[in-house]
């Protein structure tokens, strides 16, 4: 009962704001965005400037933790003045809840791209598309950064603009992960606060691309075979796959890992 007393709290607390309301006199909200586990997003118009941006609020559940994970991304984002990154512009409290506003990125994600337009990423074109994202991740690397949640909805395609977001995640090396005791094996290789991590995270990435070509002849075999049987890749692509997903020695850098695409694709 207490259980579920607190679930129905929780989700009256939460409840979205509704489109048209106004943020501070100056964000009408748009559209919702999403949930995450922390925050709440909008697509608000700054009636200020006239533009486009997102507002994330601390989900009032979580109270004060929900605040300093907040705070925390803000400081991170600071850090990290980037062309493919979401610039942040500023934050506010009002009615005691905590708002971030940053740059509204125009685009599609790679996940929509694939399940909802039917990309196809043939394996030449995903393995560039990897290469343009090393990029970012190398840049946030560099700076004692580390992104833990690089996946196709996080990375948004505009033309030739890539973007990388949702830095709600991130860390700076060193710091401990923000692990539960329950966490599994998967877990503990996107979380550790590693460069490793975000590299294991984009090997993932890039199989999602690749199988966005895949057609399964062998329906009941299915099952039992792995990417490396499935996919019609070449060995150079199967190797980098293997080292991003730790199966073989790991790269140590996102560099090491574009020093290697650069020679399979020159």
């Known amino acids: 009962m207490i259980s579920y007393l607190k679930r129905a709290y929780e989700a009256w607390i939460d409840y979205p704001r509704r489109e048209g309301e106004v943020i501070r006199g100056q964000y009408q909200i748009e559209h919702f965005l999403g949930m995450g586990s922390y925050g709440l997003t909008y697509l608000c118009l700054d009636k200020h400037s006239g533009r486009e941006v997102v507002a994330k609020q601390a989900k009032p559940s979580k109270g004060q933790l929900g605040q300093d994970l907040l705070h925390r991304e803000m400081a991170i984002m600071s850090q990290l003045e980037h062309p493919s990154i979401p610039k942040c512009y500023t934050s506010f409290e009002e009615s005691k809840r905590l708002y971030m506003i940053t740059e509204y990125i125009k685009g599609r994600t790679v996940e929509d791209l694939i399940f909802e337009r039917g990309a196809q990423f043939a394996e030449k074109d995903a393995l560039i598309l990897i290469r343009r994202l090393l990029d970012i991740v190398r840049f946030i ?47 503990i290789r996107r979380r550790t606060v590693d460069v490793t991590s975000d590299l294991y995270a984009i090997g993932h990435f890039l199989l999602f691309m690749l199988y966005s070509t895949f057609e399964s002849k062998e329906e009941q075999e299915e099952a039992a075979r792995g990417w490396d049987e499935e996919l019609p890749i070449s060995t150079h692509t199967k190797l980098i796959i293997r080292k991003l997903l730790q199966i073989d020695s790991p790269y140590r850098s996102a560099q090491a890992c574009i020093d290697e695409l650069d020679t399979v694709l020159a």
Do not use: K, Q, W
Request: glycine letters at 6%; zero cysteines; aromatic letters at 2%.
């Open 141 to 187: 690397h560099e700076r004692s950064i580390v992104h833990l949640d690089i996946r196709i909805p996080n990375v948004i395609l505009d033309g030739d603009r890539m973007s990388l977001i949702d830095f709600g995640l991130a860390a700076r090396l060193g710091e401990p992960a923000r692990l539960t005791l329950d966490a599994d094996e998967e877990l």
